[in-house]
Nanobody, 127 residues
Framework: VRLQACGGGLVQAGGSLRLSCVASGLTPSRYVMGWFRQAPGREREFVSAGSDTGRITYYSRSVKGRFTISRDNAKNTVYLQMTGLKPEDTAVYYC?????????????????????WGQGTQVTVSS
């Protein structure tokens, strides 16, 4: 299984970016997906998660209303559309997938459900 994330870059505050994460070696419709981020000197934190169908989504309080997670199983791709970016959104963003389980929604914001991780893509927001 391999996850390839891309789409990061440098953007001014208020701008937008769309991150993509292409998965290979798995059947995407069986997997839940997540996005996490890690800023320098800080722990990795939850950003967003989505169910195997994409119909159920979750967001951290800090990004809710600005970020949107989505997926295209036909393309084996997960997206994170980011709008209204702020300097505090600056971090390395990681995509992750994990096999769907009946209790996934109980701990979607932890790293526990996610079996596979991408290499990360840098997002830098200037003020």
């Amino acid at each position: 299984v391999r996850l390839q994330a891309c789409g990061g870059g440098l953007v001014q505050a208020g701008g937008s970016l769309r991150l993509s994460c292409v998965a290979s070696g798995l059947t995407p419709s069986r997997y839940v997906m997540g996005w996490f981020r890690q800023a320098p000197g800080r722990e990795r934190e939850f950003v967003s998660a989505g169910s195997d169908t994409g119909r159920i989504t979750y967001y951290s309080r800090s990004v809710k209303g600005r970020f949107t997670i989505s997926r295209d199983n036909a393309k084996n791709t997960v997206y994170l559309q980011m709008t209204g970016l702020k300097p505090e959104d600056t971090a390395v963003y990681y995509c992750a997938v994990g096999l769907h389980t009946s209790d996934w929604q109980s701990y979607y914001s932890s790293i526990a459900p996610y079996d596979y991780w991408g290499q990360g893509t840098q997002v830098t927001v200037s003020s």
